[in-house]
């Protein structure tokens, strides 16, 4: 039985490996990993989110539990990008989730809602929820309560970053035991990340349509994220590319100088060639490494178990 496992782990490598990393389509049927549990989708509040304009499926934020293979303490929540107005689900989302499944870490993608019909602190209410959910329930999953990572993707990754300079310890008065969990991830993973709103390497297109048309100057601020980082901050492995027009790699590096000068353990790559929005991107022999580097990091922190 151990040796089948093995060879399905192995095809289920395969599979993500040879999935198109620059697809921005999703198809009807996406091929599932021979070896996977069947995941599991459940809205982050069971009767309605606070603020919800509706009933539609773009007013319900979920997550997907993809669980490991044979069981891990470490999770990670995966927000993908789409620029705040849509969601990277295939190469950003489940892909990775299947990804993380083979290095031996559960993942839960989140699907949080989108503007222009929600703005902010729409979205950072979904990723604390999210975060809060997976701690609370933590022994469910059989995960590790201070175990609990999030990755994001180009405004995913400003999701995560947001999530990890804008957190708090929980309401123990709360009446839902999940609002008593902290929202505090323990540790963070950026791709190509969006970072600040100021500076003028900023992505515009998220910013209008996660604040609006005239945000108000000091909330763009407030969510320039390279500008709130304390020695709390968690634990951040940052990826992203010279040649990303989209989202520049200086927001990546701002945000390492931040956590470099609080002196947060913090690992930037940034790789010559490959254009914004590479997912995975196993195909490439330079850029494809960077999923390497990153359990060589989740290891330095004893976050894998093998």
Known sequence: MKI???INLLITLMMVAALPALSQQRPANPPVPVSAIPPTTFPLWPNGAPGAL?????DIPTLTYYPALHGAPTAVIVAPGGGYRGLA???EGWQVAYWLNAVGVSAFVLKYRLGPRYHHPIELGDA???IRTVRARAAEYGIKPDRIGMMGFSAGGHLTSTAETHYDSGNPDAPDPIDRASSRPDFAILGYAVISFIEPYSHQGSLHELLGDSPDPALVEELSNERH???QTPPTFLFTTSEDTTVP???SVAF???LHKAHVPAELHVF????HGVGLDLGDPALGEWPKLLINWLRGLELLDK
């Open 4 to 6: 089948s496992m093995r």
């Open 54 to 58: 509706g009933s539609g499926e773009e």
């Open 89 to 91: 689900m295939n190469h």
């Open 128 to 130: 604390q929820r999210a």
């Open 229 to 231: 980082v304390t020695p």
């Open 249 to 251: 790699a200086e927001n």
């Open 256 to 258: 390492y100088l931040a």
């Open 272 to 275: 010559q060639h490959g254009p």
